[in-house]
């Protein structure tokens, strides 16, 4: 009975910015029904108002998830803004709101940078003229420095990221996120609801035990009314250098991302290769995309990145024409 109730309170949950938040019958129990229930979990109208000033100059807004942790989401975000950023005539910003893991300052080699301040607000740290990034790990003392914060204070965090950073006149906006359907992924929707998602990217690998997290990462965007642009399978297969055979390193036992996106009804991105590189390049703070260009790999990333901008810019123009 108790495992039924449990079960009932996840599936049912109207998500915290319907009508029926806290009230209900799956409301019945969960420690937040009170907060639902009064609107505290929706964002301050006057809130609301700052963000979008604050944000008005951003284009796009692209954010990155994942329901398992490990399958290279934050790797796809630092070579999604990589790619994005070749264009010298767009302008990328690229936020990392995993509070507690923040891997992006190494993966873009900004390690040991910290964050200034002036008149109008925090500066992003850049790798390239245009191309700027905000992390926690820009305030933390020392790269192994642990953060042992409650939700309350990474929210408010990431709702200072968005509200405090000078982020400028940007084309694209990257939302790095954690693992998981919890308080960053609550707070970074609702904030940005001010404003506007154009969509998620949600990233797997082919094994059903990464499938059975990445579905309920859907099931939360479709609860929290954010699009989804589509799925990336990563680590999809490995070609060896020398002698070419392709080996399953993470067998898609039950169809991989293509059957759970023909189930799901979700579009397929594409499905990116092992490529031992990749984490060299990683460690280095390099661009895989730029430092290896002839790799299966690099081909696989210009092609989902070619999609995303095609979605974004579709997403754009029915924007334009409703308003």
């Not at 936020?95 to 002036?118: A, F, N, R, T």
Request: aromatic share 4%.
């Amino acid at each position: 009975c108790g495992a039924a109730a449990l079960t009932s309170l996840f599936v049912d949950c109207p998500g915290t910015s319907s009508a029926r938040a806290g009230r209900a019958a799956a409301c019945q129990g969960c420690p937040n029904q009170r907060l639902c229930a009064a609107g505290a979990a929706a964002v301050d109208p006057a809130e609301a108002a700052e963000l979008r000033e604050r944000l008005r100059g951003v284009k796009h807004t692209v954010v990155v998830l994942s329901g398992k942790g490990g399958v290279g989401k934050s790797t796809f975000s630092a070579l999604l803004a990589h790619g994005l950023a070749a264009d010298g005539s767009k302008q990328v910003a690229l936020l990392d709101i995993d509070i507690c893991g923040p891997s992006i300052p190494k993966m873009m080699g900004l390690e040991g940078e910290q964050v200034h301040q002036s008149g109008s607000g925090w500066s992003p740290v850049y790798v390239e003229e245009n191309l700027g990034v905000m992390s926690v790990g820009f305030l933390l003392s020392s790269p192994d420095d642990a953060v042992i914060w409650r939700g309350p204070k990474k929210n408010g965090l990431i709702k200072q990221f968005l509200r405090d950073v000078d982020w400028g006149e940007v084309d694209y906006l990257i939302v790095d996120t954690p693992p998981g359907t919890s308080d960053e992924h609550l707070s970074i929707v609702q904030y940005l609801s001010a404003l506007h998602i154009d969509g998620a990217v949600i990233i797997t690998t082919p094994q059903e035990v990464s499938l059975q997290d990445v579905r309920k990462e859907i099931n939360f965007c479709h609860k929290v009314k954010v699009p989804i642009i589509g799925v990336v399978e990563n680590m999809s297969g490995f070609v060896c250098p020398k002698c070419k055979k392709e080996s399953q390193i993470f067998p898609p036992t039950t169809g991989g991302a293509e059957k759970m996106c023909q189930d799901l009804n979700v579009s397929l991105l594409g499905k990116v290769p092992l490529d031992p590189q990749i984490g060299r390049s990683c460690d280095k703070g390099q661009s895989f995309l730029s430092e290896v260009p002839e790799s299966p790999a690099t081909s696989s990333y210009r092609n989902i990145i070619q999609r995303i901008q095609e979605y974004c810019d579709q997403h754009h123009s029915q924007e334009e024409k409703t308003i």
